[in-house]
């Protein structure tokens, strides 16, 4: 008698080793950690424009802005825009900012037939004159965006067909606009070689990966929220990046026809300790955290040594550094929680600011987040439930005209 199993089960770690490993062989975006960049580099130099402006939405932006939010301290005095939004106030505030004559514009989209994108594209021709000394396309080689840019004489970057948008960070997509910002690409693509290295390897980051991932699928059905608590403003933009990365991956249906998601949080410490933490703390116990700190903020601002006048009582916080009080913060909240004990936490600390650290943080992230897909048996790299919505929403466009 042949058995064949296809209904889901919680794998073997070594099942679900074997099954990455062989993705590898298909999805991209696990081996752009060893791409060349010479050309990315090259071209950064040649940028003399002062505003770098991004049109990209999702995927095609989120990854950049984390990474640039996280290491404006590191970049040159250019200024990098980012255009993604078609709320027409919003865009407008944001155009208002930008020097038009001394622009370089950035259109990204995988398919190259997004609509929030192409909706600015167009915005922007409207006002200003976009031609191959002003403007650059990051797409596949194939798509519309592309014959827009050979039909307009535009140099072009490619986006691998195998990587997708929300894991395409690591790519051009990214790089791009990040060299030339004066970012030092290849210590970024250094912190993932790092990850990559050492969970293939089997090494220390092997174990914590997988540890964690077989955790949040073994305790999904109690714990199916999962809250990042980022005690840096500087990792804001990585919040939202993982909100994507995590929500639009893991929120599907598997094999059995079950659906599954883990529902994303991000928070910043320490303001969201003066809302979210209540839930936490005596809400629903349907919550995981994980704390990310920043071991060295690389900065002295220090409280000066003064008395207000009421305030007095307060002067024993005199003379104390900002970093300090911020990760004295962080290790208050995190000691609450586990004194409680019922609440499952784990802690991250980002050992300096910088693009090395960066990378590690977000490709280990990439990473765990095809891991969680694999344990729970689902195709982590598709989402059909956003395609629904474009296919109604270009419906819907076309029976205006």
Same mark, same amino acid.
Request: with cysteine; glycine share 6%.
């Given at each position: 008698?042949?058995?064949?199993?296809?209904?889901?089960?919680?794998?073997?770690?070594?099942?679900?080793?074997?099954?990455?490993?062989?993705?590898?062989?298909?999805?991209?975006?696990?081996?752009?950690?060893?791409?060349?960049?010479?050309?990315?580099?090259?071209?950064?130099?040649?940028?003399?424009?002062?505003?770098?402006?991004?049109?990209?939405?999702?995927?095609?932006?989120?990854?950049?802005?984390?990474?640039?939010?996280?290491?404006?301290?590191?970049?040159?005095?250019?200024?990098?825009?980012?255009?993604?939004?078609?709320?027409?106030?919003?865009?407008?505030?944001?155009?208002?900012?930008?020097?038009?004559?001394?622009?370089?514009?950035?259109?990204?989209?995988?398919?190259?037939?997004?609509? %929030?994108?192409?909706?600015?594209?167009?915005?922007?021709?409207?006002?200003?004159?976009? &031609?191959?000394? &002003?403007?650059?396309?990051?797409?596949?080689?194939?798509?519309?965006? &592309?014959?827009?840019?050979?039909?307009?004489?535009?140099?072009?970057?490619?986006?691998?067909?195998?990587?997708?948008?929300?894991?395409?960070?690591?790519?051009?997509?990214?790089?791009?606009?990040?060299?030339?910002?004066?970012?030092?690409?290849?210590?970024?693509?250094?912190?993932?070689?790092?990850?990559?290295?050492?969970?293939?390897?089997?090494?220390?980051?092997?174990?914590?990966?997988?540890?964690?991932?077989?955790?949040?699928? %073994?305790?999904?059905?109690?714990?199916?929220?999962?809250?990042?608590?980022?005690?840096?403003?500087?990792?804001?933009?990585?919040?939202?990046?993982?909100?994507?990365?995590?929500?639009?991956?893991?929120?599907?249906? &598997?094999?059995?026809?079950?659906?599954?998601?883990?529902?994303?949080?991000?928070?910043?410490?320490?303001?969201?300790?003066?809302?979210?933490?209540?839930?936490?703390?005596?809400?629903?116990?349907?919550?995981?955290?994980?704390?990310?700190?920043?071991?060295?903020?690389?900065?002295?601002?220090?409280?000066?040594?003064?008395? /207000?006048?009421?305030?007095?009582?307060?002067?024993?916080?005199?003379?104390?550094?900002?970093?300090?009080?911020?990760?004295?913060?962080?290790?208050?909240?995190?000691?609450?929680? %586990?004194?409680?004990?019922?609440?499952?936490?784990?802690?991250?600390?980002?050992?300096?600011?910088?693009?090395?650290?960066?990378?590690?943080?977000?490709?280990?992230?990439? /990473?765990?987040?095809?891991?969680?897909?694999?344990?729970?048996?689902?195709?982590?790299?598709?989402?059909?439930?956003?395609?629904?919505?474009?296919?109604?929403?270009?419906?819907?466009?076309?029976?205006?005209?």
């Amino acid at each position: 008698m042949q058995y064949l199993k296809n209904f889901y089960q919680i794998k073997s770690n070594a099942d679900i080793f074997a099954k990455i490993s062989k993705e590898k062989e298909t999805i991209g975006y696990y081996d752009l950690a060893f791409q060349d960049t010479s050309a990315i580099k090259e071209y950064a130099k040649t940028v003399r424009q002062q505003d770098i402006v991004v049109i990209g939405i999702g995927g095609s932006s989120l990854g950049t802005y984390a990474i640039h939010k996280f290491l404006q301290h590191k970049e040159n005095k250019k200024k990098l825009h980012f255009l993604e939004s078609t709320d027409p106030l919003d865009l407008e505030r944001r155009v208002s900012k930008i020097d038009l004559n001394d622009t370089l514009f950035i259109i990204i989209s995988k398919s190259g037939t997004t609509i %929030e994108t192409v909706s600015i594209l167009k915005y922007l021709s409207s006002i200003t004159t976009l &031609n191959k000394s &002003n403007t650059i396309c990051i797409t596949e080689h194939d798509s519309k965006l &592309n014959d827009f840019a050979k039909a307009n004489d535009m140099k072009t970057f490619e986006i691998p067909k195998n990587v997708g948008g929300r894991f395409s960070v690591f790519s051009t997509v990214g790089l791009v606009p990040l060299s030339i910002m004066g970012l030092d690409i290849d210590k970024i693509l250094t912190g993932c070689k790092t990850i990559y290295t050492d969970y293939f390897e089997k090494g220390e980051y092997y174990k914590s990966i997988m540890e964690k991932a077989r955790f949040m699928v %073994e305790n999904k059905n109690k714990f199916n929220i999962n809250v990042i608590f980022s005690y840096s403003s500087l990792l804001e933009g990585f919040n939202k990046w993982y909100v994507q990365l995590w929500g639009e991956s893991l929120g599907k249906i &598997n094999i059995n026809g079950t659906k599954q998601g883990l529902t994303p949080i991000g928070l910043i410490g320490p303001v969201d300790q003066h809302s979210f933490l209540q839930l936490i703390m005596e809400g629903k116990r349907d919550k995981t955290v994980t704390f990310i700190k920043v071991g060295d903020f690389e900065n002295e601002l220090t409280i000066p040594d003064i008395s /207000l006048p009421g305030l007095e009582e307060l002067n024993y916080i005199n003379n104390i550094k900002f970093k300090n009080i911020i990760n004295e913060q962080a290790d208050a909240t995190i000691e609450a929680i %586990e004194h409680i004990k019922d609440i499952p936490c784990d802690v991250i600390t980002i050992e300096a600011q910088d693009e090395y650290n960066i990378g590690k943080l977000m490709y280990s992230y990439e /990473l765990l987040t095809s891991i969680v897909g694999s344990f729970v048996q689902i195709n982590t790299y598709d989402q059909p439930g956003v395609e629904a919505g474009k296919i109604i929403l270009k419906n819907k466009l076309k029976k205006t005209i």
